[in-house]
């Protein structure tokens, strides 16, 4: 089961990029309706991965890198590098959204280039971690959180 949440969480963060790739492609041709469409899928797609990452993380646990030692320090300040640049996106995702509701457009368009170029790094940077740690070297192993806790 964790291995293939572990599957799902980055197909759902690939189909948020691809899908926010092609919203900003929309509303740079003044479609703004798709856009529209196209951001709010994205955006079901990207809490759809940090809900489904959280209950992984805490009910199965995290997979430790099960690379050679000699990577384990570089891939550790990676994933540190990904995991505040996904905090970064996650937050000028809620402002970029809110802008939006709000109809403050203005706002909207100064935020929302950064947020999608903040998000494609992300994903890039997610999908290298994800390739790290399931395809190019042995799985690790997995502890949830409340083995963790009580040791």
């Known amino acids: ?31 703004q309706l798709l856009h529209k469409r196209l951001m ?5 797609f990207a ?4 809900i489904t990452y959280v209950l992984k993380t805490i009910f199965i646990g995290d997979t430790a890198f099960g690379g050679p030692k000699s990577m384990a320090n570089f891939y550790y ?3 540190q590098t990904h995991s505040i640049l996904a905090t970064v996106a996650a937050i000028f995702g809620i402002v970029t959204l809110v802008f939006a509701f709000r109809m ?3 706002k909207h368009r100064k935020v929302g280039p950064w947020t999608v170029v903040i998000w494609f790094i992300t994903a ?6 994800f390739i790290l ?5 042995p799985i690790g192993p997995t502890t949830n959180l409340f083995k963790a806790w009580m040791g």
């Open 124 to 129: 890039a940077t997610g999908l290298t971690v």
């Open 133 to 137: 740690l399931y395809i190019a070297y």
């Open 40 to 44: 709010l899928t994205g955006s079901t």
């Open 104 to 106: 403050n457009f203005a």
């Open 77 to 79: 300040a990676f994933l």
């Open 1 to 31: 089961m964790g291995l293939f949440l572990a599957y799902f969480n980055e197909a759902c963060i690939l189909i948020s990029a691809a899908l926010f790739g092609i919203g900003w492609y929309q509303i740079r041709q003044g479609r």
């Open 47 to 50: 809490a759809l991965f940090f």
